[in-house]
């Protein structure tokens, strides 16, 4: 929430579209909850400024997501681990994408809630893992269709990094939790 607010604020990124509040924070867990990679899973809302010429959502802007969101996953989970050790000031990493790749795999599609799961593989000291994966659930079945499948390869500087009080990121938070209520971050530790 804080952090994609942040981002969307600073890069300009999305113009609204693949920005908060029409992005948002499904879920997220740290690898120790769900025994794999650090998640976060946003949800967004694939409206029409972002449909190619065939009424499916555009290749480019999956990319910026897969790029954008799995930053934003890095950060929070960076940003977690420090707050959990007790941190008051964290220490956000500068990156810089050394690699990205996108696979499209199905059409995303207007008239259902799109899925982004993004993960954190392996982060390192220079280099971080990224995954991503781009789905429509079927409110139904719970039957996923993946539409996209992205992996992110980022430098990560600690020279360069920014602060952030604490206490900035949890009002952020907080913030998120009013605007939209229906926002699944219960049973994340992020």
Same mark, same amino acid.
């Given at each position: 929430?804080? +952090?994609?607010? *942040? !981002? @969307? =604020?600073? @890069? %300009?990124?999305? %113009? ?9 924070? *499904?879920?997220?867990? +740290?690898?120790? $909850?769900?025994? %794999? ?6 949800? !967004?809302?694939?409206?029409? @400024?972002?449909?190619?010429? !065939? ?6 802007? &999956?990319?910026?997501?897969? $790029? ?7 950060? /929070?989970?960076? #940003?977690?681990?420090? #707050? ?23 059409? %995303?599609?207007?008239? #259902? ?23 429509? !659930?079927? &409110?139904?079945?719970? =039957? ?7 992996? *992110?390869?980022?430098?990560?500087? =600690? &020279? ?6 604490? &206490? ?7 913030? /998120?939790? =009013?605007? /939209? ?5 219960? *049973?994340?530790? +992020?």
């Amino acid at each position: 929430g804080a +952090l994609l607010d *942040h !981002m @969307s =604020k600073a @890069s %300009g990124f999305g %113009g609204g579209d693949l920005a908060a509040p029409n992005v948002r924070v *499904h879920s997220a867990a +740290l690898a120790q $909850d769900n025994g %794999g990679s650090d998640t976060v899973t946003f949800q !967004m809302n694939v409206r029409p @400024s972002l449909l190619n010429g !065939m009424g499916s959502m555009h290749g480019g802007a &999956q990319a910026t997501l897969v $790029d954008t969101l799995t930053t934003v996953a890095l950060m /929070a989970v960076e #940003a977690t681990k420090q #707050a959990q050790s007790g941190a008051e000031t964290l220490q956000l990493s500068a990156t810089a994408s050394v690699s990205l790749v996108v696979e499209f795999l199905a059409a %995303g599609r207007p008239d #259902a809630p799109l899925f982004l799961e993004c993960s954190v593989d392996r982060a390192g000291k220079r280099l971080a893992f990224l995954g991503a994966v781009l789905y429509h !659930m079927d &409110q139904g079945t719970g =039957k996923r269709t993946v539409v996209a499948r992205g992996r *992110h390869v980022k430098n990560v500087a =600690k &020279q360069g990094a920014f602060s952030v009080p604490r &206490q900035a990121l949890r009002s952020g938070v907080d913030a /998120a939790r =009013k605007r /939209a209520p229906t926002e699944t971050v219960g *049973h994340s530790k +992020l």
